[in-house]
């Protein structure tokens, strides 16, 4: 009885051609979507204008502020214009006339009154943003002399 259904059974191994044909049909269906969803991403990102390349720009026009010594920065709380929150150091911020010129703004900064100061508090605030954006889409931070 037992070679009876042994030798009725048939042995399938591997796939028929249809299914194959059907699965690589539905993938590049399916795949073509996909292609054009990460081609957008990426022409997105790779411009100049792309919305995570001008954060970077800041990030980085950020870091360069904040590489230099702190006597620096603090004199230009100092220079015509004076202790304003938008008093743009000019020799710090890009060149006038540049394509997406980012400002750098300094002001010194009281902790305990949370607001601008005249006095020497040891504590700067920085901005960074584009001029065209305004302060929108700023960055912002507290340098500290003794940090």
């Known amino acids: 009885m037992n070679r009876q259904i042994i030798r009725g059974r048939t042995e399938q191994r591997g796939f028929a051609y249809a299914e194959v044909l059907l699965s690589v049909m539905l993938l590049a269906i399916l795949l073509v979507p996909a292609l054009q969803a990460l081609n957008t991403g990426i022409a997105g990102s790779a411009g100049a204008t792309g919305l995570a390349a001008r954060q970077l720009n800041l ?27 938008t008093s743009v150091s000019a020799s710090l911020s890009d060149a006038s006339g540049t394509a997406n010129r980012r400002l750098v703004v300094f002001y010194r900064f009281d902790a305990t009154s949370n607001a601008l100061s005249a006095n020497d508090t040891g504590l700067l605030v920085v901005n960074v943003y584009y001029e065209a954006d305004g302060n929108a889409m700023a960055l912002n931070t507290l340098v500290g002399r003794w940090w």
């Open 59 to 85: 990030r980085s026009k950020m870091e360069e502020i904040l590489s230099k010594p702190f006597s620096q920065l603090y004199a230009e709380t100092y220079l015509s214009g004076g202790n304003t929150t």
